[in-house]
């Protein structure tokens, strides 16, 4: 997949406002296979709905989502799956992560349907992040911030066109969010992919292709 359009969308619960100033919701955007977006946007303008809009999870907007030119209104089941493992990855803002498994386990989760990833791929990025000593610890027993670099392995373990990072290192240091920058880098290069970000304030220090305000 090269490129999503969204033309005229804008959530259902804007649709009757008509004071929104934004450069996504109401308007026509693109977004390029190769490229770098930040999504700046204050908290209740609809940055999660974005993301959530993007992977398919929701579909209460109006306007046109297109994926290459197909209206993703249109897209079965399957064809979401299919594109969620093959085309979209995603860092949740709330991770969804499963609090009663390991670090490792909840990477494995998808690493097994995908098998896109060797072990011990995975264990380097554990060690680069910092976290190598929590592979087989529980996730609800580590804190909010390795949390969000285990979600972080878990997103590269598949392909993807575009990979959405909703708010990725709100609970990180600089250290810490510069080595998580580079690795998103590092693979979005590899991938020929999009990196989109966003951000309600923190965000990553990237020389972003194009900033978008939400």
Known sequence: MNEIKLKGVVPEIFASRNDLVSDIWNTDVVIERGKTYLIEAASGTGKSSMCSY??????????????????????????WCDIRQQNISILFQDLRLFGELTALENVEIKNRITHHRSLEQIKAWFDELGISDKLDA?????????????????????????????????????????????????????????????????????????????
Request: proline share 2%.
């Open 54 to 79: 993007l992977y398919g999870q929701r579909g209460d907007y109006r306007g046109t989502i297109l994926f290459d030119n197909e209206d993703v209104s249109t897209f079965s089941i399957n064809r």
């Open 138 to 214: 529980r996730i609800d027993r580590m804190s909010y911030g390795q949390q969000q670099r285990v979600a972080l392995i878990r997103a590269l373990c598949q392909p993807y066109d575009f990979i959405l990072l909703d708010e990725p290192i709100s609970h990180l240091d600089d250290r810490n969010s510069d080595i998580m920058r580079d690795i998103i880098l590092r693979e979005a290069k590899a991938s020929g992919a999009a990196v989109i970000a966003t951000s309600i304030g923190k965000h990553m220090n990237i020389e972003y292709d194009k900033i978008l305000r939400l």
